[in-house]
Every structure is written in structure tokens, then in C-alpha cells.
């Protein structure tokens, strides 16, 4: 097959070209790839090995705008219509009719989401998110066109999403969740790495350590985490959050001492190095994702592929890959802080549960790799192919 991805960038340390990467180099040993972005990170391969991938440039205007966004999506839509293709996996908006969508994200259904939580009369939605719902004509044009040969959501809780709110068929949607990479997310030299960034926080050997993991802090629910740890009330529990971008470090400061001691978190920046957030996955005794709205959430699964438990709620896709009581916990009422306080002091207090739990996180990790997500997506298009033949 030949087949064109669309996608803004390409590279292994952020989430949608995350995928495109691992689709592209899964895909192209038996098939021929194109991918359409603005700028590639190939600097993992080997310099001997050849892939068959070809990179289409993408102009850009040199900063974030909707300019720019419309600029990818006119170029990229009228740049596939040019060339042959059996098939067109669209991953960011583009002005092509027909193609198959892959669905990382559907800011119609989050914002109705998170509104539905806060009890926002419709008024007080639009005022709070007017810029998001300005946008939906575009970034729900490949999602409502009905020439959309196919979707793909990366969770059920997405497909939940498209058929309420986007009014799509559900027989239309397949759901294909992330992977995970077992190479670089494993539970290998666990205690040294356990260790090291123990030395380097300045924590004790009896501390217990979450993980945060993210940007777009606020939505993925560090306040929440915050108000339960306030009712946990145990200063030998830690935070350490990892990705967080500047202006989320207002949001932090903010809370600390008015809802939680700041000696007890650790704000460590934005790691671009995917050791670096692995090791303090690795260290962690728990992760947490209590998400107001999260499509998957691809850390969840790293961080389960490195024998920690987790707690995620259940407005996350990857809740789908937990097994509640079994490899951690699902949140089924998010705004309830005793709940998640008390699923928190279950895992502190239970060694031999966190031991166990943290090992069937790892076996449901291992059901998810990125080669699972290869097969998967191939059969959707091999069965889209079949389809358009008959």
C-alpha cells in the first residue's frame, strides 16, 4: 500500500507524533509511506538503516496561530490530492474529504465533558471556552465530514464522545488504543534508579513517591490530587511533576501551602528526554492521571510498563486498559476527594498489594505495545481498502 500521513510533526517525545512515528516505521517495511509535516525528528535512526519514508515539508509562519493552522490545513489537504494514495491517515486537520481520521482528541466532547462535571449552565461554557468553541468548524471538519472513510479513536470513551456529540455512526469508528514502548519503559534496575532520583529530590528511603505526568496541568487534574492529599494528611507522601510548562508553575504555587505543604512537591520542568521521565515513573510507589477530560493518556501505560500502580479516572481513555482493584484504581466520581484519598492510603499502606498491583500493571502493558497498534490500525485499513473495492 501507499499510504500519506498527515501530521504536524514526527518525532518519539510528544504524543500525536508520537504515534505517526511508530505507525510510519511499524508500517514501512511492507508498504510505502509519505508523511506531510512541518518539521521530523528522525535522529533515533540508525545511520546504516534504511526506512521507506518519505517526508513531505509543510510551510509554516514560525509561530502558533490560527494563521498557521490554516496554512497546514489548506497545504496538506490540496498537497494529498496530488498524489495517488490507497489510503490517507489524517492525524491533525486537513481540507481532505474522504481519508481515514485518527481521533486523538475531540475538544467538543472534552469541553461538554468537563463543563458536564463543573455543572456549567450553557452561558458560563461558552464564556469559559469561547476560543476552544470558535475553533470547532476546523478541528471538527475531517471528524463531520461524512466522506470520512473511517474513524479512529484512541479510546472507547472517545467513540462514547463522537457518537453523542459528533452525531458519527458507531459502526464508522474503530477504537485503537496507544502503545507503549517496552524498550524504553521497563522495571530494569528499578532500585538504583529508585535511588538516584531519591538523591537527587533529597527524599528519604521511607518516603512514597507520586508521579505526575503532563501538561495541561489544571485539566489533568493536579488540584484534585492536591484536595485529596490535603484529607490523606501524611507528610512522608511526595509529588513529583514532570512536564509542566511555565505558565502552569503560577497554577502550583497557588495551591502550595493553601492546599498542600510545599516541602512535599517537587516540580522538575518539562523533559524533553524520555529517560528522564521514565526514571521518575520508575522511582515512583504510584502515578496518578485524575483527568477532568484525557482522550488516552500514553503515560498511563508507560508508567504501568514500569510495575507502578496507577489511579486514573474514569474521564481517561487509558482507564480501559485498568483493571480496578487489580493493576490500580479507577476514579468514578472525580470531584469526590475522600474516594481518591482513600484509594491513596489503600496503596500506601499495603506494600505487599502496591508489589502486586505493579506487577499486573506490567503484564496489561505488555498486551499494549506499539506493534499491537500497527497490527490494529492496519487491519482498519486493509478493511477500508475492501470496503471502497466492492
Known amino acids: 500500500m501507499k499510504i500519506a500521513m498527515v501530521s504536524k510533526f514526527y518525532n518519539k517525545y510528544q504524543g500525536i507524533p508520537r504515534v505517526v512515528a511508530e505507525l510510519s516505521e511499524g508500517l514501512c517495511e511492507n508498504h510505502e509511506i509519505h508523511v506531510y509535516g512541518r518539521d521530523w525528528d528522525t535522529s533515533d535512526w540508525d545511520e546504516a538503516e534504511k526506512k521507506n519514508i518519505t517526508f513531505h515539508k509543510v510551510p509554516s509562519l514560525g509561530k502558533d496561530s490560527l494563521w498557521n493552522e490554516l496554512l497546514f490545513f489548506f497545504y496538506t489537504g490540496f498537497a494529498v490530492r496530488g498524489c495517488k494514495y490507497d489510503i490517507v491517515n489524517i492525524h491533525d486537520v486537513c481540507f481532505y474529504f474522504k481519508g481515514i481520521f485518527t481521533c486523538h482528541s475531540f475538544a467538543q466532547g472534552g469541553l461538554k465533558t468537563i463543563a458536564g462535571l463543573l455543572n456549567l449552565p450553557w452561558y458560563k461554557e461558552y464564556y469559559q471556552f469561547r476560543g476552544e468553541i470558535m475553533r470547532y468548524p476546523l478541528t471538527n471538519f475531517n ?135 521514565k526514571n521518575y515513573m520508575a522511582a515512583s510507589d504510584l502515578f496518578v492521571l485524575p483527568a477532568g477530560y484525557e482522550p488516552f493518556g500514553n503515560v498511563v501505560l508507560e508508567a504501568m510498563a514500569c510495575h507502578v500502580p496507577v489511579i486514573v479516572s474514569n474521564k481517561a481513555g487509558a482507564a480501559e486498559v485498568v483493571e480496578h482493584g487489580v493493576n490500580g484504581f479507577i476514579l468514578e466520581a472525580l470531584l469526590n476527594h475522600e474516594e481518591f484519598a482513600g484509594h491513596i492510603n489503600t496503596i500506601v499502606n499495603n506494600p505487599e498489594l502496591r508489589k502486586s498491583m505493579g506487577q499486573a500493571a506490567s503484564k496489561a502493558a505488555e498486551k499494549n505495545t506499539w506493534k499491537h497498534v500497527v497490527d490494529k490500525t492496519l487491519d482498519v485499513f486493509e478493511e477500508s481498502i475492501a470496503v471502497a473495492s466492492k
Do not use: C, W
Not at 154 to 177: D, M, Q, T, Y
Not at 184 to 193: G, L, M, R, T, V
Not at 200 to 220: A, M, P, Q, T
Not at 224 to 236: E, G, Q, T, Y
Open 143 to 277: 471528524i463531520k465530514r461524512r466522506k470520512t472513510k473511517k474513524i479512529i479513536a484512541v479510546s472507547g470513551f472517545v467513540k462514547e464522545l463522537l457518537v453523542k456529540h459528533a452525531k458519527r455512526k458507531p459502526e464508522n469508528i474503530a477504537v485503537v488504543h496507544n502503545g507503549v514502548d517496552l524498550e524504553s519503559f521497563h522495571p530494569k534496575d528499578k532500585e538504583n534508579i529508585r535511588a538516584r532520583v531519591f538523591e537527587e529530590l533529597g527524599l528519604k528511603n521511607d518516603d512514597f513517591l507520586i508521579s505526575f505526568v503532563g501538561h495541561y496541568i489544571e485539566r489533568k487534574g493536579i488540584g484534585l490530587l492536591f484536595a485529596a492529599l490535603k484529607l490523606v494528611n501524611n507528610p512522608k507522601i511526595k509529588v513529583v511533576i514532570v512536564g509542566e510548562k511555565a505558565e502552569d508553575v503560577a497554577s502550583i504555587n497557588a495551591m502550595l501551602d493553601n492546599v498542600i505543604p510545599k516541602e512535599q512537591v517537587f516540580s522538575v520542568g518539562s523533559k524533553k528526554n524520555v529517560e528522564d521521565v
